[in-house]
């Protein structure tokens, strides 16, 4: 396999417009991010999206997040997507420690993410990697 580079996003065109359409759906029903909202995400200080690219197309997709509150910084990963024709081959892990990477830079010392059940290979990796379980509920109040 050549090999995969991790970037954090810089410029949206029209390959990263292309690329979250691709990938979203092979997490989630939801629709992907248009331009506007990529490149608002892009630019705020709280977030960073990581490309994974390989031979130049992009083959996966993380979102870090950071924010403030009263007890110190929290930082979490979301919208991890690999597609499916190279999961398996170490891209998902990594995103995983770009992210982590840019965690250690800014200080912060843990990162929480959630995955569901069903993606147990995403668990085995997360597990692998060093995230740990841990015992709580998580609760979604919808609007």
Sequence with gaps: MSEVVVEPLRTVDDDVVEAFA????????SPAPDAAALQAIATSDGSVIFLARLDGRIVGILTFVTFR????????IEDVVVDESVRGRGVGELLNRAALDEARRRSIDSVSLTSRPS??????????????????????YRL
């Design 69 to 76: 509150i009263p007890t110190g910084m929290k930082a979490w």
């Design 119 to 140: 993606r147990e290979a995403a668990n085995r990796l997360y597990q692998r990697i060093g995230f740990e379980p841990r015992e709580t509920n998580v609760y979604r």
């Design 22 to 29: 691709r990938l979203v759906p092979q997490l989630s029903s």
